[in-house]
Each structure stands twice: as C-alpha cells, then as structure tokens.
C-alpha cells in the first residue's frame, strides 16, 4: 500500500486492494508484452500472449468495481509488482542462450501470477465479507483464470521448458 493512504473502513481497504490491483494488472500487460517478445518456445509465446489479453479482461472488471463505488481506478501504484517486474527484467538479463532464457522467463511469469493468486484471494475474501456478492463473483472469475494460467505454465515447464533448459 502506498504512503499517505490511510483507509478508516473495512470498505476503503478493500477499495484500496482493488485500485493496487488495477496497477498489478496494467504492469502485468507490459511485462507480458516483452516477456512473449522474448520467448522462444512458441506455446510459451502464445501462454504469455494469450494472458496478456485476459489481463486487459481482468484489469477492465476491477475498473467497473472501482466506479460503481466512485473510486479513482488510478489511485495506487503497487509497489510489490514493480520489484517482482524489476526482478524478471535484471534475470532475463544475466540468462544467456534460448532455452535456458525460456525456462527464466516461464519461471518469473509464475513468481507474478502467484503474487496476483494471492492478492485476488485477499480481495474476493474482502468482498465476500462485505457481502458484495456480485463483485466477489467477478473477482473469483479473475481468480479461477489466474490459477489457470499458472496451471498451464508448470505443465509446459515440466513438459516441454525445463527438460530444453537442463539438455541445452
Ligand atoms: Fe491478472
């Protein structure tokens, strides 16, 4: 949570989780962005692409939220999310050679979507606490296709990734 944000209710520290989110999602986008223009193995490439576009999804059903209580969808910047961003960026760097670059990239795309499981838990739970039924549906929606994604990712890492990487 940023400095300076000081919710008084349970329902503005859930509104403030959802607006972190919104910045979770958004630097998600981007990172996915240059983490599928530097895959190589093409399932990879089309995971990373292909979640890129339920990112835009996601990021679209906390805004809605967001506005159906007057709250700045833009409000917060997460903090965590650019570390874990930062992270992936300096190990891209030091991997050198496709596969092993690949097996990188799959393995930081998973730290990511954990830390989103663990944030949209957080917020579905919020909700339902709230009972803001409907909006804790949206959020378990969101959840469902995070835990998806990961799913996919150790499946192609455990297939296909990891044995290029640990052969090359
Ligand atoms: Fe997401």
Do not use: W
């Amino acid at each position: 949570m940023n400095e300076g944000l000081s919710p008084n209710t349970f329902k503005d520290m859930y509104l403030a989780e959802l607006q972190e989110l919104v910045s979770v999602e958004s630097q998600l986008a981007d990172a996915l962005l240059r983490m599928a223009g530097a895959a190589t193995h093409p399932a990879l490439k089309d995971l990373l692409i292909h979640h890129r576009a339920e990112t835009e999804i996601q990021k679209q059903r906390l805004v809605t939220i967001l506005q159906k209580h007057g709250a700045d969808p833009a409000a917060h910047t997460d903090q965590a999310m650019q570390a874990l961003v930062k992270e992936t960026r300096k190990m891209l760097g030091m991997l050198t050679g496709d596969d092993l670059r690949d097996a990188g990239l799959l393995a930081s795309a998973q730290k990511l979507e954990h830390y989103e499981i663990a944030a949209y838990g957080t917020a579905a739970a919020l909700a339902g606490q709230l009972d803001l039924r409907d909006e804790q549906k949206m959020l378990h929606r969101t959840l469902d296709e995070e835990k998806q994604i990961d799913t996919l990712l150790t499946q192609l890492a455990k297939r296909e990734v990891n044995p290029d990487a640990l052969a090359a």
